[in-house]
């Protein structure tokens, strides 16, 4: 038997015009756990899935078995016995929770027949191996987040696996079930199967591998023994440069009251959330996927609607019930999911920025004001420095960082005094990051009040002047920046 | 790339696709001309040309807006027939015998008025199903087909409706100084005013955007289940204004009349390049497919062959399939092209 | 355990459906009488299996996250080209060579209708709209219009071919024609395809969600097609059904039954997102548009009414699962702790 189970040769990837990955090598051993990391959009996901066949690169090759390939297809993948615990589950919302967890079995054994019995027996089996109690004939759209990544990772755990792939895998895990799950890891190396690890916990990633490859805008900047690495030099070869933890201080001189909340609670998202907002604060919100941060966030901006509690802006209790009453109070939201949520991606980048203020910019008859929309168009692009040579291009022609600061642009044209971010810079790149960053902080200076999701601790605790952390529907602490550290937060939180 | 290049060539791309369809409809109107063109390129034949599509026609323009939005309607038809139902009824029962000139103009506007408020509500009907239900639009305008034609079934047990006043005949039969067909101007109204909507005003630039992606117009703070609402409504409207039409060419009202022309204008759309999924659709496009159509139709009837009519519906078929298969694959040339520029 | 048995049962829409479909019986027995009999329940029978069998053909595709609106004209062109073929070759054998010649020009449809969905990434609604021209012009223009009512002999004596008869007290025989047992068959193949193969379990999967279905190694594309292609052989099949019991081949006959067949689906329960429906569910939602086509004039309801009442049962009938699904996603999801 050959060392080697997979080797990835100088693989070349692009996107409309976007290159994902650039001459990419990579070796993985027979029960080597590797971990793969680096920020978020540095192509990690792409190389995933261009090893699970999902996506064929433009150029290089792929190694398995000692077999080559050049269009890996995603059954050979599989046949190869590649699993792949993918970052949005991948799961079947219309199946049941037996046939989700079995399906990848039924498919890597070439089965052509469905025995109900035995697929009940295995979705059981691999349920028992990580120690989940779970009714296998609910169907997955009813079940939770944490729920469904478990049904992912359980369904990956195939009797004749050898490389298990884990594209963050604990997003929405409990410590409890993160450290289960890393035991699994640890079992599964005895056994000689292979795991790749990416995440962007660096604790988790350091605890169970044995190697690392860092990528950096779609290439390997680093590769080697995970004991060759500490803590800076992780952070180094990922971003770059030697990060500055300079933290945020507001400088607003009228630091009143413009939102308060208490206790706020929705039915099966949250409960009894209780915080103050003032002007010129950043206030950051950190928690697991599935914590109710997201939901907390929307019923702020009148997507889902609270069940009790109050809210109070400027010190008027006010009833946020949709959308139009938040943008009546000057409320704005950036969302979580940038391309479904709040992109109009077939759309020139003029019309992005204008879709939240079309009536604003009309004269008589109904008519468009184009020379006002064209104004407003030109000031946040100059504000929020969009690099387009035109304002009539798509927008899907823009960078992640650029397509980010466009959906900020489209509430900054609202003249928002409460602009809420969920996740602002997930898929953005590092430098596009921090100059977001930099805009948050400079918006917060001049007296906006700012509320920021997010799981990615640094983030909010460099740009964030207040810290709160929401778990299991629930905030359960909140800081100023300078009470708590990140290793503290990081702890709090799973 | 500097900034006059890419906005010349966005420019360019924009109008390519409606260039192309230009030229298709010359190309057509040409060829068809040449089986018969005695026949064909006579002043007789455009005004009868002009008599026939207008119906069809403000149908097509009416099924883009839903289909802007992402969305369909399949109950256009049976909008026509119920709100021309209403009309009927109202000019039949109500008009005295022997009633003035000036009564029966009267009476037949209100019968319009009526009409119009019939297909209003019918389409917003639609509307409020859509938003508040979630019901997909497909089922939703499937069901009001049947809905609306029951109730015009109901209404007329199933009777064609007939007897109205001269004036009226003539707003489907007459001409404007003896040339232009009155259904013409009625189909030119329909499609500057929706023109001028689309591109003009906020609410036509929201409908792209709801078609182009509707979880983010919400998002956005646009009120997506009130203006979709409103969409509806707009073509329950074009509805009522091509059933009324019909009913004036061919003096009868009828409950199931018509029931093909419901794929017929979604196909006219679709060649239109209209987007099935939303986000795009013109009304020049949508004109010059119905002029298309209308060259085929009259050249293929030139040939005077028997169930000539039948073979209409084979080309139009090949037609829709050729456009969206070179709309798939210029698409995908460009996106080939993207990447190699970079 | 029990309990949530049935628990689950009562989240299913097949389970308020047939409550509806029972309600609805009893309803009309009540007020007439003559309605709980065993002829009028094989009137029903009878008068469903055509829109039975191609209902069952949608049924999958709208699984598969799909429609088709060619259903109709699939049919029509597989009855009418076939009884013409035999009919004009002075054909006088068995009937079979009748179903599998229907068959193959539905499979033929079908394909086509597969292959431009998924090489051109065209929406199904407007591929089937453009090979719904295609093929109703083929089939006029050139194949022939006018009907044929001198079927071939075995048409003819299949059309007299009865499993049962019942006369009832006034004298009038109900009979459930042997073309019943062509839908038992389709009944049964597709519920075992859609139950027990993994063809069947790809179908659901694709409708679900089609990124998904790629990443575990579904050929997407395949199962695409041969969902087309295999119900465009049960339109073949459902379009022969129909010459055999009119015992007449007219080429516009099927004209418009898309929608109709479209609409007992989505009532049996299928959503036209994909991924959801059951057979079980689909003959559900014949057999109550059957009941309102047929018996509605039993309770003194005017046919006239036919037309609205079944325009109501879609429109209520598909907003209440699409509400139930609007419902679902609404909810947040999340564990509260405490």
Known sequence: MPDVFLRVNNIYKSFAGVKALRNVNMTLNYGEARCLVGENGCGKSTLIKVISGVYKPDSGTIELNGKTYEKLEPMESIENGIQVIYQDFSVFPNLTVAENIAMNTLRAEKAKLV?????????????????????????????????????????????????????????????????????????????????????????????????????????????????????????YYMTGREVTTEKFVPTYEDQSELLRVENLSAKGGFKDISFTLNKGDVFGITGLLGSGRSELAQTLFGYYRATAGNIYINGVKTEIKNITDAMDEHIGYVPEDRLTQGLFLSQPIKINLLASVLDVYTKKMQLMDKEGQQEAVDKQVHDLAIKTPDVDNLVSTLSGGNQQRVVLGKWLATLPQILILNCPTVGVDIGSKEEIHNIIKKLANAGMGIIIISDDVPEVMNTCNKVAVMKKGRLINTYTHDEVTEEQLSSELS | MNKDQTLKSKKTNLNSNLLGLFIFMVAVFIVMGLIKPQTYFSAANFQSMCFQFPEIGILAIGVMLPMITGGIDLSMVGISNLSAIVAALFMIHVIPEGASEGTQVVMVITAFALAIVVGIACGFFNGLIVTKFGTPPMIVTLGGQYLFMGIAIILTEGKPQLGFPEFFQELGNGTIGGAIPIPLVFFIIVAVITYYILQKTPYGLKLYLIGANQKASRYSGLKVDSLLRKTYGAAGLMSAIAGFILIARTNQANADYGTSYTLQSIMIAVLGGTNPNGGAGTVSGVVMAVLTMQFISTGINTMGLSNVNFLRQLVWGVALIAVMAINYFSAARKAKKALQST | MEKSKWKRLTEKNEFYLFFTVVALIVIISVINPAFATVSSVIDILRAGIELAIFAIGMFMIIVLGGIDVSCASIGMFAMFTTTKIFYEAGYTGPLFPFYLVAALFGLMWGLANGVIITSLKIPPMIATLATNGIMTGLLLFFIGSREISDVPHAIRVENKNFLLTVTNEYGISSSLPATFLVLVGIVVVVYLLMRFTMLGRNIYAVGGDETSAARAGINVKFTKIFTYAFAGIIFGIGGMVHTIMMANSNPVDLTGNEMITIAAVVIGGARLTGGHGSIFGTLLGVFLVTIINNSLILIGIPSFWQRFVTGLVIVVGASISAYQALRTQKQMNIEIAG
């Open chain 1, 115 to 235: 025995n109900w019995k035995t697929i009940r027996r295995t979705a059981q089996e691999a349920l028992d191996r990580i120690g989940v109690k779970m009714d296998l004939e609910t169907n997955i759209e009813k079940l939770s987040v944490a729920d469904r990544q478990l049904i992912a990772i359980c369904r990956s755990l195939l009797n004749d696996v050898k490389l298990i792939i884990m594209d963050e895998p604990t997003t929405a895990l409990t410590k409890k079930e993160v450290n289960s799950l890393l035991n699994i890891i640890r079992n599964l190396k005895k056994d000689g199967i292979s795991t790749i690890f990416v995440s962007h916990k660096l604790d988790e990633v350091m605890e169970v591998s044995d190697t690392v490859t860092i990528m950096r805008n779609g290439e390997v900047v680093a590769d080697g023994e995970v004991k060759d690495f500490d803590m800076s030099k992780f952070v």
